[in-house]
């Protein structure tokens, strides 16, 4: 399947340069930047463009991890609004009345359809737009196996393909979680409370020199 990792100029363009510069502190909040641009074949045969934004949900945000719906879930939930969001920010900076039209970046949004949220929760546990990417990649490969062979893909082979990518996909996302993890523990124990001690010494000791200055003054 076609696709390109962090396609960039697909949203920036819309911006020009000028106002682009002034913005320069905050253009990485300004400017939409997907993190996949696929190429999904429609009805028709024609690919389509859907962007995809990658998110995860780590163990340790206990306000994703509550009664209800599944974290992911609830993550993937708001990746939509927050898309639609940014680039309302972004038409207004270029002086459109949001209020009584649509901006270029929204049009430009609309015209590559929903965002797929991909999201990996902690516990391993995937978003249902993450299953819906593993059916569309294992009937590429089998599509791309049967090319290569001369003839059309096995479709018994369709499962055994799912099982591969799944695999795959379940064992990065719990290296990536226990990285994270191992990564903490340098904030924890002896080193991390006396971290803290020279940080709230420093704290003081600032407090104390503004008090002496305002005091000279």
């Known amino acids: 399947m076609e696709a390109d990792c962090e396609p960039y100029g697909m949203f920036g363009h819309l911006i020009p340069q000028q106002p682009l510069n002034r913005l320069e502190a ?3 909040k300004q400017i939409l930047r997907p993190d996949f641009n696929f190429k999904i074949p429609s009805a028709n045969g024609i690919p389509e463009s859907r962007v995809a934004d990658i998110k ?3 163990c340790g945000a ?3 991890y509550k009664a209800g719906d599944r974290a992911v879930d609830r993550r993937a939930n708001r990746v939509p609004g927050e898309y639609a969001r940014v680039a309302k920010d972004m038409d207004e900076e270029l002086g459109v009345d949001v209020r ?4 270029p970046v929204t049009r430009r949004l609309q015209e590559v359809g929903p965002v797929i949220p991909l999201v990996f929760g902690g516990f391993a546990e995937v978003s249902e737009g993450v299953h819906t990417m593993v059916d569309l990649l294992s009937k590429f490969r089998l599509k791309k196996e049967g090319l290569s062979a001369g003839r059309g893909g096995a479709e018994r082979r369709l499962g055994e393909v799912v099982g591969q990518i799944r695999r795959r996909l379940s064992l990065a996302t719990v290296k990536a979680n226990m990285a994270c993890m191992l990564s903490r523990l340098s904030l924890i124990g002896d080193g991390a409370s006396e971290a803290g001690k020279r940080r709230q010494w420093q ?9 002496a200055i305002n005091s000279t003054t």
């Not at 704290?203 to 008090?211: A, E």
């Open 203 to 211: 704290k003081t000791m600032l407090y104390l020199v503004m008090i």
């Open 100 to 103: 009584v039209e649509q901006g």
């Open 56 to 58: 995860t949900v780590s």
């Open 62 to 64: 206990p306000s994703w």
């Open 26 to 28: 905050r253009r990485a």
